[in-house]
């Protein structure tokens, strides 16, 4: 039914409380959005968290009463892409000249300076090998992918509460591993 | 509640999200003085763990125990991949990892499918345990075992010049000797 209804009537009845007026406003403008985003971003990880953010914006404005002109919504949002395109471009311009001028100051702490150690890698991927894969897949989802707790357990198919136990325990076993020399050194 | 907690313990609860916010920030406040401190030796090894990680897993570090097809996408991927597929025999001779190489795969052609898991015990002639790799993982069509190795692993494990290998399969919780074999390591 909200689909029949035009951009103005969508905004008033958004700002009404009702969500189906919502969800039909997200879907016409999402489209739009991601094309305006993939014509700037790269990756589609960037392009969907751009038009996220983007639809967010709007809906927290529809919510607050804020669009004076509903039926220019589609211009609002627009305004609402480029403010944020502006602001992540002012961002990375930022980031840029950071680098330029600071960047050497991390090159110590990057995952090619840990790397250079080759015997810390030798040593990590000894020690992973003599843990269990269920181990080794939570410090891949943990640590490696950086996953949130929840959908580390999810992906374990185990509770939260049980994917803490085993990050205890087989970040212990890992550090007490990594704390002696490699088996293969002994004499 | 978090002072109660061990230093290492606290800061896994911290990372999956157990403490408060209050413990957190509490956390925060210490953890940030304690490394600017050069003090906070646990987040420094949980980082090395994470970043050595994010290295080791697109070179498969975390396969222990690999597949044709996962091979080949590392050699796709253009890593200088040296694959041994010694003969099967009760005393195989492993060639010396060449100096451009940078993962090292050996092929045990060996059908480790249908247990619940897999390991290998490495023991050195005289029956002292070296190690054990556990939940070994093997090609889906031929259930052969491609054992992924980073170069300076596979160096230092070769001092152990000569290694005794039994492949143990646990299924419905009774374990099988899959095979036992020697290695001769070249230098």
Redesign the interface.
């Known amino acids: 039914m909200t689909d029949l209804l035009s951009a103005a009537d969508l905004v008033s009845s958004a700002r009404q409380g009702e969500r189906h007026a919502e969800e039909t406003l997200c879907r016409r403008l999402a489209p739009v959005v991601r094309a305006f985003a993939r014509r700037r971003l790269r990756g589609v990880d960037a392009v969907e968290e751009f038009a996220q953010d983007a639809l967010l914006l709007m809906v927290e404005a529809l919510r607050e009463g804020r669009i004076e002109q509903p039926e220019r919504i589609g211009g609002f949002v627009l305004g609402i892409c480029r403010n944020l395109a502006f602001e992540r471009a002012r961002q990375q311009e930022r980031r840029k000249a950071l680098w330029e001028q600071y960047g050497s100051a991390l090159e110590s702490v990057?995952?090619h300076a840990?790397?250079r150690d080759?015997?810390?890698?030798?040593h990590?991927?000894?020690c992973?090998?003599?843990?269990?894969?269920?181990s080794?897949d939570l410090?891949?989802l943990?640590?490696?992918e950086?996953l949130?707790?929840?959908e580390v357990a999810a992906q374990l198919s185990v509770s939260?509460a049980n994917?803490?136990v085993m990050?205890?325990r087989t970040?212990?076993s890992?550090?007490e591993c990594?704390s002696k020399r490699?088996?293969?050194?002994?004499a | 509640m978090s002072q109660s907690r061990e230093p290492f313990s606290e800061l896994v609860d911290y990372e999956s999200g157990e403490l408060s916010a209050a413990e957190a920030a509490e956390l925060e406040e210490r953890l940030f003085a304690a490394a600017a401190a050069g003090q906070a030796a646990d987040a420094a090894f949980v980082d090395k763990i994470s970043l050595i990680g994010q290295y080791l897993l697109p070179r498969g570090g975390f396969d222990i125990g690999s597949s044709r097809a996962r091979v080949d996408a590392l050699i796709a991927a253009g890593l200088r991949v040296q694959l041994v597929d010694p003969e099967p025999a009760e005393i195989v001779e492993i060639p010396a990892v060449a100096d451009d190489t940078e993962i090292f795969v050996t092929l045990l052609r060996m059908d480790v499918r249908g247990y619940d898991s897999v390991d290998a015990v490495i023991q050195k002639p005289d029956g002292t345990e070296l190690k054990t790799f556990r939940d070994i993982g093997c090609d889906p069509e031929t259930g052969y075992v491609y054992a992924v190795c980073e170069a300076p692993l596979a160096r230092i494990s070769a001092k152990q010049r000569h290694v005794v290998t039994r492949v143990i399969g646990t299924r419905d919780g009774v374990e099988h000797t899959l095979g036992v074999f020697q290695s001769l390591m070249g230098r």
């Open positions: 990057s995952v840990e790397v080759t015997y810390d890698v030798a990590l991927e000894d992973l090998s003599q843990l269990s894969k269920r080794r410090l891949r943990g640590y490696v950086a949130p707790h929840d939260p994917a803490r990050r205890h970040l212990a890992l550090r990594m490699m088996s293969w050194e002994a």
